[in-house]
């Protein structure tokens, strides 16, 4: 018996109100999976875009990057 059907077997058993509970958080587990994968790609996308700009000099000063008020 593999790992999915031990857990269908075991959910089987219970009461349906508990049933839903079950699937309340598998949901919430696939969800955080879900914005776990989109975290890892946005921050692969973003060091795969910046790749050997480390070293680069900025064109800009720290003066250009403030801005004075009066």
């Not at 692969?44 to 009066?70: C, N, Q, T, V, W």
Request: cysteine-free; proline content about 3%.
């Amino acid at each position: 018996m593999n790992l999915v059907e031990k857990i269908i077997k075991n959910i089987q058993v219970l009461p349906k109100s508990k049933q839903v509970e079950v699937l309340d958080f598998v949901e919430y587990l696939r969800s955080n999976v879900e914005k776990q994968e989109r975290k890892d790609w946005t921050d692969l996308s973003l060091s795969s875009a910046m790749r050997g700009m480390e070293d680069e000099k900025s064109p800009y000063s720290l003066d250009d990057l403030k801005e004075i008020f009066s």
